[in-house]
């Protein structure tokens, strides 16, 4: 009998992809022959509705990603450097790399500081370009207002703040990017949109930073089918936003339902203001190695910084589990107990 794969760990929505923007890729393919917009106009206008901003404040891409290399190579140049907190989102310091930037790394506070961002070490290392992850990648833990605040007022250079999780949180900062020249907040429809595999992100930021980037990215990024399915689940109603706004208080129930199973095992997460939850384990890769075996896909997550009282008590080794519908979740759960006891 073939086993049937559960895949926790990339974090995308498990619950599938709103009704809308599915019935509009089934006759996607009578479009194809032409080019899509260059820059995407009509999903810009969509975009800057949803989270309440000008349409001359938005930039799209092709995946949060394409935003992100964008605006590196927009406001750096080889040789210049980037901070960022660790442990962060991994493709930034690929990102990086490509873009000839070097990394200034920055471990998080530790508990007793909920995990937030050391904003003067950041600061410290007068980065071209501070990038920032709220709810971060892989802890799932949020940055302070005051925090974040305090590196927007002084820093050096362009501040990002990638927000690819926000919906889970019930927190954005957006509200920071029209407000200051130097700031550009990154969001996706590949989480809690469920469109991962057609490649949509957006930033936000004044005008013309955003057409900085845009300068950088180039045309064409955003495909006329992707276009359409954004916009479709970006429509008000049951079948868009409505979908997104049910399933992201779903993914919020069961990752707090989870966390407290995952607690009854014995095991020890961070609190979580995603759709996923870090699980600092010493045998963090054994764990993983024999889940998958078992056809539960999660992340093994190694190197945390030991200045972490969590991470150095498990050698710097986590599992990072996506949230997904409960009976996903609890075949991780018998698995992970079977696996611990
Ligand atoms: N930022 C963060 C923090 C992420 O975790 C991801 C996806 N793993 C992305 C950005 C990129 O998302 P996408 O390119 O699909 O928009």
Same mark, same amino acid.
């Given at each position: 009998m073939k086993l049937e794969v559960v895949d926790l760990s990339d974090n995308t929505n498990l619950w599938g992809t709103p009704p809308a923007a599915?019935?509009?890729?089934?006759?996607? $393919?009578? #479009? /194809?022959?032409?080019?899509?917009?260059?820059?995407?106009?009509?999903?810009?206008?969509?975009?800057?509705?949803?989270?309440? +901003?000008?349409?001359?404040?938005?930039?799209?891409?092709?995946?949060?990603?394409?935003?992100?290399?964008?605006? %590196?190579?927009?406001?750096?140049?080889?040789?210049?450097?980037?901070?960022?907190?660790?442990?962060?989102? $991994? %493709?930034?310091?690929?990102?990086?790399?490509?873009n000839g930037l070097l990394p200034a790394e920055v471990p998080l506070r530790d508990v007793d500081h909920g995990y937030d961002i050391d904003a003067d070490r950041l600061l410290d290392a007068c980065a071209k370009i501070i990038y920032l992850c709220a709810p971060n990648n892989p802890t799932a833990t949020p940055i302070s207002r005051e925090a974040l605040v305090h590196v927007i007022q002084n820093a050096a250079g362009l501040v990002i703040l990638d927000e690819a999780y926000a919906e889970f949180a019930g927190i954005s900062y957006i509200d920071l990017a029209t407000r200051h020249e130097h700031v550009l907040v990154t969001r996706t429809?590949?989480?809690?949109? &469920?469109?991962?595999?057609? #490649?949509?992100?957006?930033? /936000?930021?004044?005008?013309?930073?955003?057409?900085?980037?845009?300068? +950088?990215?180039?045309?064409?990024?955003?495909?006329?089918? +992707?276009?359409?399915?954004?916009?479709?689940?970006?429509?008000?109603g049951d079948d868009g936003v409505g979908w997104v706004e049910t399933h992201v208080q779903l993914a919020r129930d069961t990752r707090e339902r989870f966390r407290r199973e995952l607690m009854t095992?014995?095991?020890?997460?961070?609190?979580?203001? !995603? =759709?996923?939850?870090?699980?600092?384990?010493? *045998? !963090?890769? $054994?764990?993983?190695?024999?889940?998958?075996?078992?056809?539960?896909?999660? #992340?093994? /997550?190694?190197?945390?910084?030991?200045?972490?009282? +969590?991470?150095?008590?498990? =050698? &710097? =080794?986590?599992?990072?589990?996506?949230?997904?519908?409960?009976? @996903?979740?609890?075949? *991780?759960?018998?698995? @992970?107990?079977s696996a611990l006891s």
């Open positions: 599915r019935s509009c890729m089934h006759d996607a $393919s009578s #479009r /194809v022959s032409r080019y899509p917009s260059p820059y995407s106009a009509d999903l810009k206008r969509a975009i800057a509705a949803y989270v309440g +901003a000008g349409a001359e404040d938005v930039v799209v891409g092709c995946g949060s990603d394409d935003v992100l290399d964008s605006a %590196m190579r927009a406001f750096a140049a080889p040789g210049d450097s980037i901070a960022y907190s660790t442990p962060t989102f $991994s %493709m930034i310091p690929v990102l990086a790399r490509l429809l590949s989480k809690a949109f &469920g469109l991962a595999g057609l #490649r949509v992100g957006y930033g /936000v930021g004044a005008p013309e930073l955003v057409s900085f980037v845009e300068r +950088a990215r180039g045309p064409y990024k955003v495909s006329a089918p +992707a276009e359409r399915a954004a916009l479709a689940a970006l429509a008000m095992l014995g095991l020890d997460p961070l609190p979580s203001s !995603a =759709n996923f939850i870090l699980v600092p384990h010493t *045998a !963090a890769e $054994s764990l993983g190695a024999r889940l998958r075996r078992d056809g539960v896909l999660v #992340r093994v /997550v190694t190197g945390l910084p030991e200045s972490i009282r +969590a991470f150095a008590a498990a =050698n &710097g =080794n986590a599992l990072r589990i996506g949230v997904g519908p409960w009976p @996903l979740m609890l075949r *991780a759960l018998e698995l @992970l107990g």
